[in-house]
């Protein structure tokens, strides 16, 4: 596990844009956070490291987002907020996606059990007016990896 301190928004979306730069197909990536604790602050950051320009909002409504790198490879952005039973969330086809793509779920405690077990867990929470603690963890191989990437990124 690592604990890192963000003081702003710009700092947050550095840590996305060096962590987005890091996935790759196949990766999952879980976004935990009270509303406002920067989950779509820090996927501003991920699209832009995973080399997209297209332009990150919150999937709330659409719960699917999609945005394609350079060379077309899509980072699916999901929102399970609006999950209202298991079944209904084995129906996102989350591995259809993750057969072509990348993956951020905002909300996933709403679905863990169907969840992979191999992600890598991010946690945010608020500390004060701009100051949040991001905490990763990874379960499975690949995600360590990813984690200790970062930290020499
Ligand atoms: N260190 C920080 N990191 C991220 N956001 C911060 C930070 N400090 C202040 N903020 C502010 O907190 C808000 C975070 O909003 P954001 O939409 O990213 O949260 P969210 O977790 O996606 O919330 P929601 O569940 O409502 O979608 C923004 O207004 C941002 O400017
Ligand atoms: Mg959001």
Redesign the pocket.
């Known amino acids: 596990m690592q604990t890192i301190y ?4 710009a ?2 979306r550095e840590l996305g844009r060096k962590l987005g730069a890091l996935l790759r197909p196949g990766d999952l990536l879980c976004l935990q ?1 009270d ?7 820090l996927t501003q950051g991920l699209a832009e490291g995973w080399g997209s320009r297209d332009a990150v909002s ?1 999937p ?1 409504f659409v719960m699917v987002n999609q945005y394609r790198a350079a060379d077309d490879t899509p980072l699916y952005h999901m929102d399970a907020y609006r999950i209202e039973s298991l079944p209904e969330a084995e129906q996102l086809g989350l591995d259809d996606m993750l057969a072509v793509g990348a993956l951020i779920l ?1 909300w996933p405690e709403r679905i863990e059990p169907i969840l992979p077990q191999e992600r890598l867990w991010l946690t ?1 929470s608020h500390q004060g ?4 603690q991001i905490t990763l963890r990874a379960s499975g191989a690949r995600p360590h990896k990813l984690l200790n990437d970062l930290s020499l990124a």
């Open positions: 963000s003081h702003n928004p700092h947050t956070g509303l406002g604790a920067g989950k779509t602050t919150s709330t905002e945010l007016e701009n100051e949040r």
